[in-house]
C-alpha cells in the first residue's frame, strides 16, 4: 500500500537539518562517521564518582565546546542541558540553511523533551537552600531548575519568538515532542520547528537508577550495554541532545533546501504498568504501531526498517523483540532491526538523537549496527557487525517508556512518495 498523494505539500512535514551533542560527537559529520562505523562511545565515566554504586559505565559527551556555538555573554547562564540544547538547535539552523531574522523569527519555534532536566543544578540548589538557607541560592542557578529551561535559552540565544514548548514524558519525552512538532506546522503556527530531546549524566541521575536496579549489571554478569542479546543485563546511561529542523515539503521546495526524509506518521498508547516497570505483554507495542502505520497509509510489509527502543533491559528488549515478531510473521516481509542504544547509552531523551541517526540512514541509505549484540534473543534481521547498505524507503523510530507508554514515528525517503 503506498502513502496517499492527494496531500498538499504544505502538509507534509520533511527533516531539513541535523544538530546533535552526542557521545559520538558533536555535529552531524562526526556522530555519523562514527556511527557508520559502529563506533561505541561507553566508557567507565569521568565525570562523577561512581563509587557508590555497583555500575561504572557509561556514555558521556566530551568533546563539546560551547564557546563554539553559543555567545559569550549567554554562557554563564547556561546549564549543561541549555548548553547542549543551544548548541544543537544552532546546529540543525544552520545545516536547514535558516537565518534567524526580522522577518521569520516570530514563525520558528521550538518544541523539546526531557524526561529529568537539570539534575545537576537541581541537585546544587537543593543542597545549597537546605544547609545554607535561600539567601545563600545562586539566584543564577534558579532558572535553570525547570523543565523548559533549556529551549527558553535556546530561543533567547538564537532570537526565535515561535512556538516554545518543552514536553516531560519519560523515555519518550523526545519522541513525543517531535511528533507534536510536526502538527504545529500542519497547523500553520509554525514554519519552522526544531524538535528533539536532551538529557544529561549527573551523579543523582546516575545513582537513583542503580537503586531501581535498571542499571547493567541488574543482577549478575560482565557490565555493558547488550541490545537484543540474550546476554542483556541492563541499560547503561547516556547523555546528550539531538535536534530535528522540520519544515512543510511546499517550504522546503521553495527555498531549495536538502531534504534528510519526510516524517510520514506518528502514533502513541499505552498499556499501564508501574510507574518504574517496563510493559510486559505486546499488545500495547502492536497497537501503536498499528496505529503509525494507519496514519502514514502504509502496511507492514512496505517498512524496510526499525530503528528500536531495545537498551539491554532483560524486559524491554524481549517484549520489543516479541512484538516485532508477532506483526511481521504474518506479511511473510519482516524489516531489518537495529539499535544505537548499545553505542549511545539511554539517556531517556535519546529520541532526539536517534532521530538525528534515522534520518541520516534514509538519506545516505545504510543502516547503523546493532553494538553489544552478538547473541540474539529471537532470530530476526538484526543489523550486527557493521552497517547495512541499503535503500530505506520507510523506516519507523521506536519509542517506549518506563510505566508502558509508546510513541512511534514513520520516518520515509520523500522522493518515493
Not at 569521568?46 to 558521556?60: F, K
Not at 534528510?260 to 502513541?268: D, R, V, W
Amino acid at each position: 500500500m503506498d502513502h496517499e498523494h492527494d496531500r498538499s505539500d504544505s502538509q507534509r512535514i520533511v527533516v531539513t537539518g541535523l544538530g546533535l551533542v552526542s557521545p559520538l560527537g558533536a555535529g552531524k559529520d562526526e556522530f555519523s562517521r562514527r556511527l557508520s562505523e559502529g563506533a561505541c562511545a561507553i566508557d567507565t565515566v569521568q565525570s562523577l564518582d561512581t563509587s557508590a554504586v555497583s555500575s561504572h559505565l557509561g556514555a558521556e559527551v566530551r568533546d563539546f565546546s560551547p564557546r563554539d556555538f553559543i555567545s559569550v555573554k549567554n554562557l554563564r547562564r547556561m546549564d549543561r542541558t541549555s548548553l547542549m540544547t543551544a548548541a544543537s538547535a544552532r546546529m540543525a539552523l544552520d545545516d536547514a540553511g535558516v537565518t534567524v531574522s526580522a522577518e521569520n523569527r516570530d514563525r520558528i519555534g521550538i518544541l523539546l523533551g526531557t524526561s529529568f532536566g537539570a539534575t545537576d543544578v537541581t541537585v546544587q540548589v537543593a543542597d545549597t537552600l537546605l544547609k545554607e538557607g535561600p539567601s545563600s541560592v545562586n539566584p543564577i542557578l534558579v532558572p535553570n531548575t525547570v523543565m523548559n529551561a533549556p529551549a527558553g535559552h535556546a530561543s533567547i540565544e538564537l532570537g526565535f519568538r515561535g512556538v516554545n514548548i518543552t514536553v516531560t514524558h519519560f523515555a519518550v519525552s523526545a519522541e513525543t515532542a517531535i511528533a507534536y512538532a510536526v502538527s504545529e506546522i500542519k497547523r500553520g503556527t509554525a514554519d519552522f520547528m526544531l524538535a528533539g530531546g536532551v538529557d544529561i549524566l549527573s551523579k543523582f541521575y546516575y545513582e537513583s537508577l542503580s537503586k531501581f536496579h535498571g542499571l547493567s549489571p541488574d543482577k549478575d554478569g560482565a557490565e555493558g550495554a547488550r541490545p537484543f542479546d540474550v546476554m542483556r543485563n541492563g541499560y547503561v546511561v547516556g547523555e546528550g541532545c539531538g535536534i530535528l529542523c522540520l519544515e512543510s515539503l511546499s517550504c522546503a521546495r521553495n527555498r531549495g533546501a536538502r531534504i534528510y526524509c519526510e516524517i510520514t506518521g506518528a502514533g502513541m498508547g499505552s498499556s499501564p504498568t508501574s510507574p518504574t516497570q517496563w510493559p510486559k505483554d505486546t499488545q500495547g507495542i502492536r497497537r501503536t504501531f498499528q496505529r503509525t502505520l494507519n496514519s502514514a497509509g502504509l502496511a507492514p510489509e512496505d517498512i524496510t526498517a526499525i530503528m528500536a527502543s531495545a537498551n539491554g533491559d532483560r524486559v524491554l528488549d524481549a517484549v520489543e523483540a516479541r512484538a516485532y515478531d508477532e506483526l511481521f510473521d504474518a506479511c511473510g516481509q519482516k524489516p531489518f532491526v537495529t539499535s544505537v542504544k548499545g553505542s549511545l547509552g539511554e539517556s531517556f531523551s535519546s529520541g532526539g538523537i536517534r532521530a538525528c541517526a534515522l534520518a541520516l540512514s534514509v538519506k545516505n541509505k545504510w543502516l547503523p549496527p546493532t553494538v553489544g549484540l552478538s547473541n540474539p534473543l529471537l532470530p530476526m534481521n538484526f543489523v550486527t557487525g557493521q552497517k547495512k547498505e541499503i535503500d530505506v524507503k520507510h523506516a519507523v523510530l521506536a519509542g517506549i517508556s518506563f510505566g508502558g507508554t509508546y510513541v512511534y514515528l514513520v520516518f520515509s525517503d520523500y522522493k518515493s512518495q
